[in-house]
């Protein structure tokens, strides 16, 4: 069974260039993107000093509850290497289901593009977190609010471009593996009229 979301278009060009054009395009740039975040975090982590206090861990982490009052959140801080740590993660993974997207874009198998697909749903739905937050952060200047969204307007639809791209030609390509089988299945329902055009 094929992945399929039925809301969202399916282009069958890139502008002048076919939908396998935009994918490697488009798929070529993040995997540029995506090293040179990574070899950034890489360098970053490794000269990092963390300074690991047991004393202020464990008032970083400390929730204090008391009766009849709300837990005060405020003095809760994420470690920055642990946040570092993470993204090099997803970077390398997302990484990985770029080139298994481009391998699959190559040899035209739609599967190795899924991975991506599934991936960059999740970013976008990051991305529109990130940039609401941005905006409420920020909301006392009004001018700088309405750049932060304006730019993250821009972003949130590049990605869902590109998105839309690697969907589509995941689209083709599963139509194009799906046409054989119902040929087949045709000939199977009528094997005498198969029968009588191969002979004629």
């Known amino acids: 069974m094929s992945f399929k979301v039925k809301c969202v278009p399916v282009i069958h060009k890139v502008c002048c260039c076919s939908l396998r054009c935009g994918t490697f395009v488009a798929g070529t740039i993040m995997l540029i993107l995506d090293m040179v975040s990574l070899v950034r975090d890489s360098i970053e982590l490794s000269t990092m000093e963390v300074k690991e206090d047991k004393e202020n861990k464990e008032q970083d982490f400390k929730f204090e509850e008391e009766n009849d009052k709300e837990q005060d959140f405020s003095d ?3 470690d920055l290497r ?6 090099t993660v997803y970077t390398a993974v997302d990484i990985l289901t770029i080139i298994l997207l481009l391998y699959g874009a190559c ?3 739609a ?3 899924l991975p991506q697909v599934i991936l960059m749903m999740y970013d976008i739905v990051y991305l529109l977190v990130i940039v609401v937050l941005l905006g409420v952060d920020v909301k006392d200047n009004a001018l700088l609010t309405f750049g ?3 730019v993250g307007a821009l ?3 590049l990605f869902m471009y590109v998105w839309v791209i690697f969907y589509s030609y ?3 390509l599963e139509k194009r593996r799906a046409e054989p089988r119902d040929s087949m299945n045709l000939r199977d329902e009528h094997p005498t009229e198969s029968l009588y055009n191969n002979t004629a």
Do not use: H
């Open 155 to 157: 972003f949130v639809g």
């Open 107 to 109: 040899k035209e198998k």
């Open 148 to 150: 932060v969204l304006l």
């Open 76 to 78: 809760f801080k994420l």
């Open 111 to 113: 599967g190795c593009l």
């Open 82 to 87: 642990d946040l570092t740590i993470a993204q």
């Open 170 to 172: 995941y689209r083709q």
